[in-house]
């Protein structure tokens, strides 16, 4: 169950019909798919791939996306820090950034930079987004204990190289206290 949470305004907002209308009116997509297979952390990519591939191919082909892959971050992940360091700088992508959880959380961050504030969307499994090609965007999967497994959809992988903004603007957030 998805949470969306404005800092500047203590606004919260659980429902998944209202955080939809939400984020499509600023131009993010998300939505909630059926997700009921529980894997073991041996499971591979291809098995993961394989147990959403009926809501997953349609989907790639609708929005003409040509590759997925599974991206797992765990207590146990190697250069952790620095990997977080990376996820946690205001960024963009030259394309779409989408994300389907098939277990765990994480929150996306966003600066739409116009007469909205900053605000976040905690994800968790059985939530997809679509961070717009250009949004200014950071994510964080947790200071201790993170736990991601989700689905990378891509038109080209060379397109989630992230362009950052140096704008340091995150830091203004780091005492956020996750809802969950």
Sequence with gaps: MAILSIPSTGVQITEAAEIKSF?????????????????????????????YEKDLKPFMQHGGYLDADVISINKLTENYDAIRAKFLAE?????????FFVDGKGIFWFNLENEDPIFNL??????????????????????????????????????WTPDYTGSKIEENFADFVSPR
């Design 23 to 51: 984020l499509n009116k600023r131009g993010v997509y998300f939505d909630q798919w059926t997700c009921d297979v529980v894997f073991e952390d041996t499971a591979t990519q291809d098995e993961i791939l394989k147990a």
């Design 91 to 99: 960024h963009t992508h030259s394309e779409d950034e989408i994300r």
């Design 122 to 159: 905690l994800c968790e499994k059985g939530d997809l987004i679509s961070v717009p090609t250009g949004t200014k965007h950071w994510f964080d999967a947790g200071e201790t204990n993170p736990f991601v497994k989700a689905i990378r959809i891509f038109s080209d992988t060379n397109g």
